[in-house]
């Protein structure tokens, strides 16, 4: 969790530090410019608040949120803590944008006074917008803008829990390990995301892939309430008896309604997880995928289980290492769900052990120091002539990116996660959401294929490393669809701006995801000054 109270005397030396001695010559020159600006006296004389305000800014958008007295949240350029944020909250170098100010309210109240002002700020006129971000995980211009305000919920990050109704109460900025290690101390979890920096917002209005989802659905199928700030300002509750549209739509829906504040989301029992990753040659990829399309195919008496199948290119070693991922979510060593991968001989020691769910989403890490290359997920019918068809892209991609970049230079991801038909089933049963699974009853598995970028000419390498990321994700599509085993579904927390997630959730969800949208939006704010991310506008 990124924790911005108390730390301003630390923040202000450290942001000095990093101008004087990290600063490339491009970001130098920016800062110079920017500090003549300030002291020159011209239109934008801001300084020395700590936070950067003082008098008119020029943006109005930033104007209006210190006219409506919300200067003690707002952070222009200028503010000590203004390129920390701009660092912070992203998982990859591709999302970091530097915005006219951020706005890092810590209420629901200041959410409405924000939007409240933001609403008014030229009353529709002018070509800048908004972006809302919770943990920062998405793709580029998801949840940072340039010309423009970004608002950082990074604050609205408590989590309490009540024993009277076994609810626990996340703040939308929060981010899962923390979450899980707070609820751990009331002997509780919640269904949510597998690492620990991914951030609880994003994740939950797209979804949400748990080690419980076998148990207890998709994360979003766990939010028994809402707490939403609408354009107009008003803050509403949306749960299965009021404003219950609103409730199914936000399940799935992401950010074309609101800005959820606060997840309501149901507990159970704390347990240890029985983990175990064992390591495997490429000799053994036919016999790999198979157990994964053994796996999905499983009925929900083995709903404790979850795998993950994760093949990358090791730039040390300069060849591709097979990892499986096994997890049994009521602390069973040896469930018979995994006898399929225990056949396989490994090419390393196994690594076994019973951990707690904070110590599972510790054990991962996401870098935000490299260039991301994803080209979204896909989804198709199980089909092991698909998941050999992966791998093959997998292997021309590390070809392509060997004679692109050097051997040395990247690393990539190529993983399956099994998706059961009663995965659907489980969100039915719980009210619904806007997924669309079950309109398919055959199992599935979701693939993700991606590059990052570890040299210094990343940035000037990236468009061509996205292309060919983008070219074997299409052949994957295509051949899938040759086959007859594509899928509609393009998962949203995984999908790229290419994609039509939201287009892919089914005629009937896609309408209902529009006349929410316009009924809780009728002036369609969340869709034209918040571009970001993907919109029922554009389906």
Not at 167 to 191: F, I, N, Q, S
Not at 238 to 244: F, H, K, L, M, T
Not at 330 to 347: G, H, V, W, Y
Not at 359 to 383: H, M, P, Q, W
């Amino acid at each position: 969790m990124i924790l911005l109270h108390n730390i301003k005397a630390f923040s202000q030396a450290l942001e000095l530090i990093m101008m004087l001695s990290h600063l490339s010559l491009s970001s130098a020159g920016i800062a110079t410019a920017t500090l003549l600006l300030l002291f020159s006296g011209a239109q934008g004389q801001q300084m020395m608040a700590n936070n950067g305000t003082q008098g008119p800014s020029g943006f109005p958008a930033c104007d209006a949120l210190v006219a409506a007295n919300l200067s003690h949240v707002i952070h222009f350029p200028s503010s000590p803590l203004y390129q920390t944020l701009v660092q912070n909250g992203s998982y990859a170098i591709s999302t970091r944008k530097q915005p006219w100010c951020f706005v890092l309210p810590s209420t629901a109240a200041e959410v409405s006074k924000t939007l409240t002002a933001l609403q008014s700020a030229g009353d529709g006129a002018g070509d800048w917008h908004v972006a809302i971000r919770s943990g920062g995980h998405g793709g580029d211009n998801q949840n940072n803008i340039v010309d423009g305000v970004t608002i950082d919920l990074t604050h609205l990050n408590t989590t309490t829990y009540d024993a009277a109704t076994n609810v626990a109460h996340v703040g939308t900025g929060a981010r899962w390990g923390a979450v899980y290690a707070a609820l751990e101390k009331d002997e509780v979890l919640v269904t949510g995301g597998r690492e620990s920096v991914v951030g609880v917002g994003g994740l939950l209005l797209g979804g949400g892939i748990s080690w419980y989802t076998g148990r207890t659905g998709f994360a979003c199928d766990s939010v028994v309430n809402y707490e939403v700030v609408l354009a107009s300002g008003e803050i509403v509750n949306a749960n299965a008896s009021a404003n219950s549209d609103l409730w199914r739509a936000l399940k799935g829906g992401s950010s074309n309604f609101g800005i959820v504040t606060r997840f309501d989301l149901a507990a159970f029992p704390a347990e240890n997880l029985h983990m175990e990753t064992k390591t495997f040659s490429r000799e053994h990829a036919g016999e790999l995928v198979d157990a994964v399309a053994r796996f999905a195919d499983l009925d929900r008496s083995f709903q404790d289980n979850a795998v993950l199948l994760v093949v990358t290119y090791d730039p040390e070693t300069e060849a591709s290492i097979w990892r499986a991922t096994k997890v049994n979510t009521m602390n069973k060593a040896n469930s018979t769900a995994f006898d399929a991968f225990d056949r396989i001989p490994t090419s390393a020691p196994t690594m076994e052990k019973s951990v707690t769910l904070v110590e599972a989403a510790n054990s991962t890490a996401l870098s935000g120091k490299n260039r991301n290359a994803g080209a979204g997920a896909l989804t198709a019918v199980n089909d092991p002539r698909v998941l050999r068809y992966c791998i093959e892209q997998h292997e021309g991609l590390v070809a392509d990116m060997k004679a692109l970049l050097g051997p040395k230079n990247f690393t990539t991801i190529l993983d399956f996660q099994p998706i059961p038909s009663y995965f659907a089933d489980i969100g039915v049963q719980k009210g619904g959401n806007m997924l669309g699974l079950e309109r398919d009853s055959r199992n599935k598995v979701l693939f993700v294929m991606g590059v990052t970028l570890l040299g210094s000419n990343s940035e000037e390498l990236f468009p061509r490393v996205y292309q060919h990321v983008a070219a074997a994700n299409k052949r994957i599509e295509d051949f899938s669809k040759s086959v007859g085993s594509d899928t509609e579904l393009r998962y949203l927390p995984y999908a790229d701006s290419r994609q039509d997630a939201i287009g892919s959730y089914g005629k009937a969800n896609v309408e209902h995801i529009r006349k929410v949208a316009e009924e809780y939006d009728p002036e369609g704010f969340f869709q034209y000054r918040v571009p970001g991310g993907f919109k029922i506008s554009r389906v």
